[in-house]
């Protein structure tokens, strides 16, 4: 009675089981990263969008995919996305956001899921169905979730929504080792867990058997210098 996975295994295990009742096709096909890009790249031959602009060529089919899916993992719009990430490609602003909707709307029309979908999915689905939120949480006793610090804040949220008010969750993780804010990871999510869990109790484990001294005192005297943690 063990149900352990990724996030993403997780959520399409669960969306799957628990479709009908979602409004969900439990036969929905997940697509990867190099399906979107080729979608996103029939789309935008099909919708003639691939001009160059102030000599600068569309982006190709790979880096519009990192667009899309840096903004679902990152909550920006596509405008905020580039400015922030994708700068070069401001002047393609309103052909990258009509590429979007006309991916999502292909997604929906071909029953796809991409990784991306299986996180907002299950998210939006725990936040607005009472009925869903409740039988997840009656059929998992107890939440363990590992790497705490390399969570997103869709992630964060399916965890509050799964365990909010109850006491049957342990995150473990170090937000000194943060590795993937490239995909939305947020380190902030651990250091604010006893905010959202007040009554949680922090363990910590302070001796390193993996390292030598010398690693760790480079190590700790680069993280004194962090301004949050």
């Known amino acids: 009675n063990v149900m352990g996975g990724t996030f993403h295994s997780f959520s399409n295990t669960v969306i799957r089981q628990y479709g009908k009742l979602l409004g969900i096709p439990s036969n929905f096909t997940i697509i990867d990263d190099a399906d979107a890009a080729d979608i996103l790249d029939l789309l935008k031959i099909e919708m003639k ?57 292909y997604k929906k029309a071909s029953n796809l899921m991409d990784y991306d ?63 993937y804010s490239f995909r939305g990871a947020n380190f902030e999510n651990i250091l604010r867990f006893p905010v959202s869990f007040p009554d949680c109790r922090v363990v910590k484990i302070e001796k390193n058997y993996r390292s030598g001294q010398g690693i760790l005192d480079f190590a700790n005297s680069v993280i004194e210098n962090a301004k949050i943690g």
């Open 49 to 105: 969008l691939s001009k160059k602009k102030d000599e600068k060529p569309f982006p190709n089919k790979d880096t519009v995919q990192d667009i899309m899916s840096k903004a679902r993992n990152h909550e920006l719009s596509i405008a905020d996305t580039l400015v922030r990430y994708f700068d070069k490609y401001v002047p393609f602003l309103t052909e990258l956001e009509l590429l979007n909707r006309a991916y999502e709307a």
């Open 117 to 179: 979908d299986l996180m907002s999915v299950l998210r939006d689905k725990l936040r607005d169905n009472e009925v869903f939120r409740n039988k997840l949480r009656e059929r998992i006793r107890y939440v363990l979730v590992d790497e705490y610090q390399d969570t997103n804040n869709v992630q964060r949220e399916i965890v509050e929504l799964l365990c909010k008010g109850q006491t049957n969750i342990t995150v473990v993780g170090d937000d000194a080792q943060s590795i």
